[in-house]
């Protein structure tokens, strides 16, 4: 006799509406697709969409207001440890939550890189996560005399150092251990800004990959960011 099963459970109505309006950017192209095009092949009302969703670009990116939480509750929760490395590890959580699913997001990606739209969207979203870094290692630095310049720069280099790792796997197609190479990326942060490093602790061998830069404290954000990317491509 066979066990009578219940019916399916259904998909939350965010994950619906963001999979249709993804497949509807993928099929006539982001400017083409309307909010009514969305609810139509989702089959509700206006009203339900912008009820989890304020735009078409929030759709687009409907998991990074989770991820941001996540953020926020590990660095609210981390311990007394190396600020740096805390940092590096909640930079890791983004890592998972696009390895988690390697075929949206090189599609996103992709979708991302022709929508200039869009790619002004993700620059927002990323500023996000770097001002949730630096407040944590502001509030960790709080008592150093150059505390608030070195959780920005810390921070800016955390971001740098993860998304070019990132980005060189979504331009692969998701092909290789993208967990790899973020963890060798932020490598490089965490010699020149960890407690090792600032303490003049242990020496790295001299075949590691280091990058070590003097910047002024006038220096403007993006000139540290851009010198921090350009290293890291080198």
Request: with cysteine.
């Amino acid at each position: 006799m066979t066990e009578a099963r219940g019916p399916a459970k259904k998909a939350p109505m965010r994950e619906v509406l963001a999979e249709a309006a993804f497949q509807l950017f993928l099929e006539r192209g982001f400017e083409q697709t309307t909010v009514d095009d969305i609810v139509a092949r989702a089959g509700v009302g206006r009203r339900s969409f912008f009820r989890y969703f304020p735009s078409k670009e929030d759709a687009v990116f409907p998991d990074h207001e989770r991820c941001l939480a996540d953020m926020t509750a590990f660095l609210e929760e981390a311990g007394g440890g190396d600020p740096v490395d805390a940092v590096c590890d909640a930079a890791r959580i983004v890592l998972r939550m696009y390895a988690a699913n390697p075929e949206f997001s090189v599609q996103r990606y992709r979708l991302t890189q022709e929508v200039p739209g869009l790619r002004t969207y993700e620059l927002s979203v990323v500023r996000r996560y770097e001002r949730t870094m630096a407040g944590y290692l502001r509030s960790r630095y709080a008592d150093a005399e150059d505390g608030s310049l070195r959780a920005e720069v810390i921070a800016a280099a955390v971001v740098a150092a993860h998304n070019n790792a990132l980005r060189s796997w979504l331009r692969s197609g998701g092909e290789g251990d993208a967990a790899a190479a973020v963890d060798h990326a932020l490598g490089l942060v965490r010699s020149g800004w960890g407690s090792a490093a600032v303490s003049g602790g242990e020496v790295p061998e001299a075949d590691d990959d280091v990058v070590v830069m003097v910047v002024s404290k006038r220096a403007p954000m993006w000139r540290v960011v851009q010198r921090v990317e350009s290293a890291l491509d080198q």
